[in-house]
């Protein structure tokens, strides 16, 4: 009898598991365009944030985007206007890493409604320190988190108070120029790969106004991470790369999630940018940007 009880116990647990395990296929990570979702016999707007069921049906208008993420981790875009099943969208995924949710959540969470409403409640909780007197505000993080993974940085900051033309100087610690480089806009890419970056492990950033050298920006550090440290990122990054090594604007927000969340803000930034440049009309990358620049203190 105990036994029979026993089978039975089991049996309805992993019914339940089963239950709760596929009460979801995918969640929205990225909306663009009136799209629907169907649950039931009813229409309704789909929203960022939604979870999507294998009974629900998706339908997607012209010149829409859907970013998704199934239940196992992996992302799909979708861009073909029409019905999608999400049953048929299902069985087009391959196999993921269930790590990869860690990020995709945190991304939502950061984003989410409640999240801006503490946020904007909070009071100078993320206020980055600056000095009084800097003229141009660089959007780089404090030396404490100038760690860098990739060799692509993205240096912009703000030019509303001081107009271009601009000049980006990189030195390293001796404070010898390795680069001088003009622009007119307030923004700027260097590539640490290059060959007067390659044997530095330690650059130094300021941009000034070309017209006037008193009006500058403070020094910023930016560090390339020791080999034990990037060993480290990479190990960490093995568990999730195969599900976003394609080069597209959701997997460059993912990435961006996964730089935040271990403190390495010019790789996330450089993400959100490289998002943004794959997918310019789809609000949904430009607004999570603006949400981890607010996050971090970079702009108020």
Known sequence: MKTRTLTLTLALLTSFSVVFGQDYAFKVLANKGANEVKSGDTWTPLKTG????????????????????????????LKIAGNHKVTELDKKIGTGSSVLNKYTDFILSSNSAEAKKNRLSATGAVHRATDAGDAIKLVLPENQHAGIYNTNVVINWDGSKVAGPYIVILRNMFEDELSRIETPEATVRVDLADAKFAAETAILVEVVSKTDANLASKQHLIKKLTPVEQEKVKTAMAEIMSAVEEQSALNKMILAGFYEQNNLYIDAIAAYEDAIKLAPDVPTFKEAYDEFLLRQGFKK
Do not use: W
């Open 50 to 77: 939604a979870t999507l069921r294998l009974t629900d049906e998706v339908k997607l208008s012209e010149n829409a985007y859907i970013g998704l993420v199934h239940k196992t981790g992996r992302p799909m875009e």
